[in-house]
Nanobody, 125 residues
Framework: QVQLVESGGGSVQVGGSLRLTCEAP????????MAWFRQAPGKEREGVAG???????AYADSVKGRFTISMDNAKNFLYLDMNKLLPEDTAMYYC???????????????????WGQGTQVTVSS
């Protein structure tokens, strides 16, 4: 089993920033694609940002220009830097890894096997 642990969520006002962190085994971060998803109450889960092993990065249109996915040089952590946060960004955020379907597609269109428990992000006015 691969354990993913998200952290960094919290409450922030509109326009604020947060950095989410996903901790995963080093061999996962160095060898597999990673992605951030989110799900708000009453809405379906949606892809937010993904990073393929070859370095290709994809963002949802709704966060493009505001969010940045990255990884530390030592390949210990996956990050999601969120800026200019909006109320519609409120959701539970999950990191995922290890593609098991659609693995030749863009990172956010792939099916992933392992998921973390999530970290809550709440954006209020």
């Amino acid at each position: 089993q691969v354990q993913l642990v998200e952290s960094g969520g919290g409450s922030v006002q509109v326009g604020g920033s947060l950095r989410l962190t996903c901790e995963a085994p080093k061999w996962i971060l160095s060898g597999y694609s990673m992605a951030w998803f989110r799900q708000a109450p009453g809405k379906e889960r949606e892809g937010v940002a993904g990073m393929a092993r070859d370095g290709i990065i994809a963002y949802a249109d709704s966060v493009k220009g505001r969010f940045t996915i990255s990884m530390d040089n030592a390949k210990n952590f996956l990050y999601l830097d969120m800026n200019k946060l909006l109320p519609e960004d409120t959701a539970m955020y999950y990191c995922a890894t290890m593609c098991v379907g659609g693995c030749d597609l863009a990172p956010l269109e792939r099916q992933y096997k392992f998921w973390g428990q999530g970290t809550q992000v709440t954006v209020s006015s």
